[in-house]
């Protein structure tokens, strides 16, 4: 079993900057493809960003130039580096891991393990 949680949200102005760590335990998570997803109030979970074992990054457009997602095997987290927010990118963001040496997908269902979530708050 993996277990994720999520770290690194709050309340930021437009503008501004945020990173996201997710923080794994229980396996190593360097063979597997990581991701994140956010999900607004009344929206379904959206992807965001995804990332392969061998580093290959993946974005939703609307996050592309402003978001990076990233790794870091010896300390078993990825990272999830947010510039300039905008409102629109409010929601609670959550990481997941897949058992995949391939892509890491951008279904929910491509995913295996999930964590709990962090609120990402951005005011206008």
């Known amino acids: 079993q993996v277990q994720l949680v999520e770290s690194g949200g709050g309340l930021v102005q437009a503008g501004g900057s945020l990173r996201l760590s997710c923080a794994a335990s229980g396996r190593t998570v360097s063979t597997y493809a990581m991701g994140w997803f956010r999900q607004a109030p009344g929206k379904e979970r959206e992807f965001v960003a995804g990332?392969?074992?061998?580093?290959?990054?993946y974005y939703v457009d609307s996050v592309k130039g402003r978001f990076t997602i990233s790794r870091d095997n010896a300390k078993n987290t990825v990272y999830l580096q947010m510039n300039s927010l905008k409102p629109e990118d409010t929601a609670v963001y959550c990481c997941?891991?897949?058992?995949?040496?391939?892509?890491?997908?951008?279904?929910?269902?491509?995913?295996?393990?999930w964590g709990q979530g962090t609120q990402v708050t951005v005011s206008s």
């Open positions: 990332i392969s074992f061998s580093g290959m990054s």
């Open positions: 997941a891991a897949r058992e995949t040496l391939g892509r890491p997908g951008n279904r929910v269902r491509d995913y295996d393990y």
